[in-house]
C-alpha cells in the first residue's frame, strides 16, 4: 500500500498509509476537510472531563456547609431551602451537561468506526457488516 502524500506541519511527509485508490491517509484527503473540522470545532467546546466532577463535587460541599449551617443555627431554614433549590437546579444542568458530552463522544466514536470499516471495505477487508 502506498504512502501518504501530504506533508506535516512539521514539514515532513505524511507516514500514514494512504487510502485506497487515493494517495492521501484520511487526515490530509482533501474530500474529508470539512469533516475533520467539524471534528476539531467539537473538541474545543466540549471541556474536560474533570470538569463536571470538580463542580460536582463543589455542590456537594456547598450543600452540605448548608446543611450544617441550619443544623447549629448559623442559618435560616428558609434561606437555606430557597439556596438548596437552586443548588438542585444547578446540579442538574451539570447532569445534562454530561450527558450530552457522553452522547457527542459516541457520536464521534461510532463516526470513526463507521469511517474505519468504509476505509477497511476499500482495501477488500474480511471484515464484512
Same mark, same amino acid.
Given at each position: 500500500m502506498a504512502r501518504c502524500a501530504g506533508i506535516t506541519a512539521a514539514g515532513d511527509r505524511c507516514k500514514a498509509e494512504a487510502m485506497p485508490e487515493a494517495q492521501w491517509c484520511w487526515n490530509h484527503h482533501p474530500d474529508?476537510? =470539512?469533516?475533520?473540522?467539524?471534528?476539531a470545532s467539537k473538541g474545543g467546546k466540549r471541556g474536560g472531563r474533570g470538569r463536571p466532577q470538580a463542580e460536582l463535587s463543589d455542590? %456537594?460541599?456547598? $450543600? !452540605?456547609?448548608?446543611?450544617?449551617?441550619?443544623?447549629?443555627?448559623? =442559618?435560616? %431554614?428558609?434561606v437555606a431551602a430557597v439556596a438548596s433549590q437552586v443548588l438542585n437546579v444547578y446540579l442538574r444542568?451539570?447532569?445534562?451537561?454530561? %450527558?450530552? %458530552?457522553?452522547?457527542? @463522544?459516541?457520536?464521534?466514536?461510532?463516526?470513526?468506526? @463507521?469511517?474505519? $470499516?468504509?476505509? !477497511?471495505?476499500?482495501?477488500? !477487508?474480511?471484515?464484512?457488516?
Open positions: 474529508y476537510e =470539512q469533516a475533520r473540522r467539524r471534528r455542590i %456537594k460541599r456547598r $450543600l !452540605s456547609e448548608l446543611a450544617d449551617d441550619v443544623l447549629e443555627g448559623r =442559618q435560616d %431554614k428558609a444542568a451539570v447532569s445534562v451537561e454530561m %450527558k450530552l %458530552k457522553e452522547q457527542f @463522544e459516541l457520536v464521534e466514536r461510532l463516526e470513526s468506526l @463507521e469511517e474505519g $470499516l468504509e476505509q !477497511s471495505r476499500g482495501r477488500g !477487508s474480511r471484515w464484512r457488516a
